[in-house]
């Protein structure tokens, strides 16, 4: 092999190998329950939970608050960097992405997913009952 072909091969893999650990940030991030995510300040998490129905919804500047609770009852404000999404309040579960911030005692999300119950699983078990 010409040395030519080795130093293209090792800046592919190089340049692969950033690429990875630039990434793995996004593509790694594990679910973790409310107080490791609250004793893991500043790192990025991903908590589940349901809508907490005791704390209201608020928008302010481009953001939009609310509370959930984890599946220890654990509770845990969020400050959402975006818009409501469809269906919020019907969820079944919402996922937040983000880091806690435990100077404000609030979890900062960058994404949000929210698990809505289909609209074929009643469809669905109806036509297995017949």
Same mark, same amino acid.
């Given at each position: ?12 893999v ?14 790694m ?5 409310v107080?490791?995510? #609250?004793? &893991? +300040? ?7 939970? $349901? !809508?907490?129905?005791?704390? *209201? ?12 609770i984890?599946d ?22 919402i996922?937040?992405?983000? #880091?806690? &911030? +435990?100077?404000?005692?609030v979890?900062?999300?960058? $994404? !949000?997913?929210?698990?809505? *119950?289909?609209?074929y ?10």
């Open positions: 092999m010409s040395y030519k072909r080795i130093a293209i091969f090792l800046i592919a190089v340049l692969l190998v950033v690429a990875i650990f630039s990434l793995s940030d996004d593509l991030t594990p679910y973790v329950p107080k490791k995510a #609250k004793s &893991n +300040a500043g790192k990025l998490v991903q908590i589940i939970g $349901k !809508l907490d129905p005791a704390k *209201p919804l608020r928008h302010a500047d481009k953001k939009f608050f609310f509370s959930i984890d220890n009852n654990s509770k845990i404000d969020i400050e959402y960097n975006g818009v409501k999404p469809q269906n919020f309040e019907r969820a079944d579960q996922v937040a992405i983000g #880091k806690y &911030n +435990a100077e404000r005692n979890f900062v999300s960058d $994404k !949000l997913l929210v698990k809505c *119950p289909s609209k699983e009643e469809k669905y078990e109806e036509r297995v009952k017949k």
